[in-house]
Structure formats: structure tokens, C-alpha cells
């Protein structure tokens, strides 16, 4: 069954501790949380045992937790000690250096350092994944004419790393996202169920429902391809907790779907 769970993104700007953010996911319909560095950067051993206790008796998974390329490499070890005191099954790659995606050696550069970090968390049995953006959906020239960046990125990839599709950005950039998710199948556990308002610059993400993708047959299709988690995220919203209780209920109601889908196939 298909998972939900919220970026802490989402509640940025609500001043709490992650114990206490994880406290009021907990109070939701959200199977887990995901994590961003921030929420645990600088916290000490009790601190983190706080935080795994919160995340233990709100009955809450951990989906995977954002870390920039360049701070796994520089902090490796201990990037995989936090993983596993909070048992993060998942290490994704929020953004990358959107001048990479420019060329096509840009991006096989790009491919290569990713696969190279993957292969040494996977010593350590946590995944890696790539989160897309906007940038990632230029067209860049090959040998064989003019292809859209991030499905040479895919194809460079060839199953080294796994990916996290943010269908709310690639709609955006025209990308259609259920094609994103079957660009991704199979190696997509994690998917940014994100709606957006292509024409407000303000709204890059929204509450979803409130935007102009179908996240409905996203969230299907996501099902469909493989996915264990279905992420709810909007960093751009003006109500934190207002749209903490708005993506709980949507996201039971996508779950719902998904398992009925599954049930009656």
C-alpha cells in the first residue's frame, strides 16, 4: 500500500523543534514525515533520540530526509550515522547546479558524481535520490538533435540512483507529469505529489487541489509505477498548519484511491 507522508518544508516557518512538528504530524492521517536538513541540523544525541521517539510513538515512518550533494560528500559519515539513529531509508538530492543541465556533459557530470554517492550509501543499505526542479526540463543539444535535460539525466543514470519526481514543478515547465512518472517507473519510491499556479511566480507550489494539475491521476499513476510514498509539499504557502490540515485530508483521500485501484484490478 502506498504511503503519505509531509515534507517539514511545509512548515517552515512554525517555530517548533522537529519533536514537536512530528507531534503534530502524528495528529494527522500522514504515515510519516520527510525531512530536510534543517530540521535536524545541530541537534545533539538526546536531541535526535527526542526526535526518534517523537517520530516512534506518533507511529510515524520516515519517507527519506534532503541533503545537498556536495553535504554528503563533505559530511558522509555523519550523514549516515543520522540516517541511522532515525533510520532514514532515503537520502534525496533536493537541487543541483542548474548551469549542469545546460549540456549534455553538464549532466552526464552530474549523473556520474550522483551515481558515485549512491554506490557508497549503498555500503549502508540507504537509497539515493534526485529531486527535480524546473531548470532540469530545458531542452539541451545532442548528437541526435535537441532532447529535454532530464531525460538524458535518467538515461545516464541507468539505475544508479533512484529519483523523487516533484510532478507540481514539471507541470509547470509544460512537462506533462504523468509522463515524468513513467519516465521515472520503478526507480521513483518517493513522489512530491505538488500542484502549482504556472501563472503566479508566487505560486510555484500550492495546496493541492488548488492548482491546476490533476493530482489525482498523479497520484494514480505514481501507484501505478512503483511508488511506496506519496509527499505532500507547498513551501510557498502562507498558512503552515492551514495547509498541513488541508494536505491531510487530500492525501487519505489519494491513498484511499490508490487502494481501491489496486484492490479491483
Not at 144 to 150: E, L, Q, V
Request: glycine share 8%; aromatic share 8%; with cysteine.
Amino acid at each position: 500500500m502506498v504511503r503519505t507522508a509531509i515534507q517539514l518544508f511545509t512548515l517552515k516557518d512554525v517555530d517548533e523543534p522537529v519533536w514537536e512538528l512530528v507531534d503534530r504530524v502524528g495528529e494527522t492521517t500522514f504515515d510519516g514525515v520527510e525531512l530536510y536538513r534543517a530540521n535536524i541540523d545541530g541537534l545533539n544525541d538526546n536531541e535526535l533520540e527526542q526526535a526518534k521517539e517523537a517520530i516512534d510513538d506518533a507511529d510515524l515512518s520516515i519517507a527519506g530526509c534532503h541533503f545537498r550533494a556536495e553535504e554528503i560528500e563533505e559530511e558522509f559519515d555523519e550523514i549516515v550515522d543520522l540516517c541511522d539513529v532515525l533510520e532514514i531509508p532515503s537520502l534525496i538530492v533536493p537541487t543541483y547546479d542548474g548551469e549542469a543541465f545546460e549540456s549534455v556533459d553538464g549532466i552526464e557530470a552530474a549523473a556520474d558524481r550522483l551515481g558515485t554517492i549512491a554506490t557508497d550509501l549503498a555500503a549502508y543499505e540507504i537509497n539515493l535520490l534526485y529531486h527535480n526542479h524546473t531548470f532540469e526540463f530545458d531542452e539541451v543539444e545532442t548528437d541526435n538533435g535537441r532532447k529535454i535535460a532530464f531525460e538524458v539525466f535518467v538515461d545516464r543514470a541507468d539505475g544508479r540512483f533512484g529519483f523523487e519526481p516533484d510532478v507540481g514543478l514539471a507541470f509547470r515547465t509544460g512537462y506533462d507529469p504523468v509522463d515524468l512518472l513513467e519516465l521515472t517507473a520503478g526507480q521513483a519510491p518517493v513522489v512530491h505529489l505538488t500542484d502549482t499556479i504556472p501563472d503566479d511566480d508566487h505560486r510555484l507550489h500550492a495546496d493541492v487541489g488548488t492548482g491546476s494539475v490533476d493530482v489525482s491521476a498523479c497520484a494514480g499513476a505514481a501507484a501505478e509505477y512503483g511508488a511506496e510514498w506519496l509527499v505532500c509539499e507547498n513551501g510557498r504557502t502562507d498558512d503552515p498548519l492551514a495547509s498541513l490540515e488541508h494536505g491531510s485530508e487530500a492525501f487519505a483521500e489519494f491513498r484511499d484511491e490508490t487502494e481501491t485501484r489496486t484492490e479491483t484490478r
